[in-house]
């Protein structure tokens, strides 16, 4: 164990005891404190208890927390998930076993127990300057993430902070970060809900993954049957924008962090047809369905021309669709058909068709 001085060891003596003392709440006041625990010093690998999955640890943390610890296979990526002795979530952390460091996101909590807010950090990977060369990951990042979870930290211009504002009935109606003028409001009548969410390619992607989202949402405060929009932000980004006529979604749009739209999906009717026209990334395409089963898809080019299509009928037994596929024929751009399968009725819903 590394030597320290006298008044450091009174020190963490003392945060110890506070702590035993508040062993259902996390040290989220604005006084200014050091760590409780100190992090610095090396975690004992040899008292991880190993789980069924050989790459996922439990660690015993400070006040009988528990620090869940997991690795993927390929990619590496990382995930960590801190809990409180009574269950209750103090912080995730995660890498991407490609990118930059771990990104953390803490639970903040008052005095009561009660969730106040978020505060969120991105760590740096180890680099040797003087090599000019990137240093393979240390348990001291590891340390350094858990750390953060359990202090709260003076540099705080280094974090952004995720602050609730709630109405009289306890609903978040703004997040807000007190040193910018970033926010996230919600209009009259509705409110925002908040969750913390693994990215879709958390496990399978060493660029992209490994990276678990702040999601808000702004929702109704009551069943609505009006024409209305609802908005999902991750963190203080725009993700999804959806419009919704006489209660029923008929737009949805995905953005990317630079706000610009990656996937729309708008919903036409035409008596009993349903005309969904997308648009995912550099695929145009429109899909038909008439009295809650599909009739025709279509891709088509930057210029609206025909690149592929299927047509759907229902076989006699009613138990699948007989699928006819078309393809271009770019000697005489038009279509040809190319092929014939079957699928089952089971695997076509409308209502998924909008859940981009």
């Not at 979530?89 to 460091?101: H, K, N, T």
């Not at 003076?154 to 970033?182: A, C, L, M, N, T």
């Not at 026209?277 to 038909?288: E, R």
Request: glycine content about 4%.
């Amino acid at each position: 164990m590394r030597k320290m001085n006298l008044w450091i060891f009174a020190f963490l003596l003392l945060s110890l005891f506070t702590l035993c003392q508040n062993k259902q709440t996390v040290q989220t006041d604005s006084k200014e404190t050091e760590a409780a625990i100190d992090f610095e010093e090396p975690i004992d690998y040899a008292e991880l208890e190993a789980s069924d999955n050989e790459r996922s640890y439990t660690i015993e943390g400070p006040n009988g927390s528990r620090i869940v610890r997991e690795t993927g296979y390929g990619p590496q990526n990382e995930s960590v998930e801190i809990h409180a002795a009574d269950g209750h979530p103090l912080g995730v952390a995660a890498r991407c076993s490609e990118c930059i460091g771990f990104s953390v996101i803490r639970y903040e909590y008052d005095s009561s127990g009660d969730l106040t807010g978020f505060t969120t950090r991105q760590l740096s990977r180890n680099f040797d300057k003087e090599n000019n060369d990137e240093l393979d990951y240390k348990e001291n990042d590891f340390d350094e993430a858990v750390a953060f979870v359990f202090r709260t930290e003076k540099r705080k211009d280094e974090y952004i902070h995720y602050v609730f504002k709630k109405d009289e009935q306890g609903r978040i109606i703004r997040v807000y970060d007190p040193k910018s003028d970033r926010c996230i409001d919600a209009p009259d009548n509705f409110h925002i809900q908040c969750e913390i969410v693994p990215c879709q390619s958390f496990w399978v992607s060493d660029i992209d993954g490994g990276k678990y989202l702040l999601e808000f949402k702004l929702v109704p405060n009551t069943e609505r049957s009006d024409d209305y929009e609802l908005f999902v932000y991750h963190f203080y980004d725009i993700y999804q924008r959806s419009i919704y006529k006489k209660g029923l979604v008929v737009s949805n749009t995905l953005y990317n962090y630079e706000g610009k739209a990656e996937k729309s999906i708008t919903l036409k009717t035409e008596g009993q047809k349903h005309i969904y026209k997308g648009v995912f990334y550099d695929t145009v395409f429109t899909y038909i369905w008439e009295d809650g089963k599909p009739v025709e898809y279509t891709e088509y080019s930057e210029w609206n021309t025909p690149l592929y299509r299927k047509t759907y009928t229902l076989s006699d037994d009613r138990k699948k669709y007989l699928i006819k596929c078309y393809k271009i024929n770019y000697s005489t751009k038009e279509l040809s058909f190319a092929e014939e399968e079957t699928s089952p009725v089971s695997d076509y819903i409308e209502s998924d068709i909008m859940s981009i």
